[in-house]
């Protein structure tokens, strides 16, 4: 499984990111431009602002799954188990059940050999046509 290494963004990342704060400013509620703005601060190695981020997308989008597991996601990047476990817990409690996605996704590295997201991961299998 590949694991996620924090590296420094490229010229072109760099602009998107000073583009997306400065559109931030102008519009804070729109939570598509959060949304835009942590993928890109993750996919740069810049976790803990992507945190920041997630954790304002779930005051927004408080029922929303997707927004949970990427919280999730957030917490386990920045080494925070327990958070990102809960969070995990929240998304699939509300109906994400992507088996596949979870088992593969390398933000999540960090807590796989967790027993609770064993049991999680159980769970969602038994509850999906997911292969073994």
């Excluded at 190695?45 to 945190?51: A, I, N, T, V």
């Excluded at 997707?66 to 998304?91: D, F, M, P, Q």
């Excluded at 590295?109 to 027993?115: L, N, Q, V």
Aim: charged letters at 35%; proline letters at 4%.
């Amino acid at each position: 499984m590949k694991t996620r290494t924090k590296r420094t963004a490229r010229r072109p990342e760099r602009i998107e990111i000073a583009f997306l704060e400065a559109l931030r400013k102008r519009c804070p509620d729109d939570d598509q431009i959060l949304e835009a703005l942590g993928d890109l601060y993750t996919r740069t190695g810049r976790y803990e602002d992507g945190l920041k981020v997630d954790l304002a997308l779930v005051q927004q989008r408080p029922r929303e799954d997707r927004v949970w597991y990427n919280l999730a996601c957030s917490y386990a990047l920045v080494g925070k188990t327990a958070e990102a476990l809960n969070a995990l817990e929240r998304s699939v409690s509300m109906g994400y059940d992507d088996f596949d996605h979870i088992s593969k996704d390398s933000d999540l590295d960090a807590i796989r050999r967790d027993p609770r997201f064993t049991d999680l991961m159980s769970r969602i299998q038994k509850n999906c046509d997911c292969p073994i």
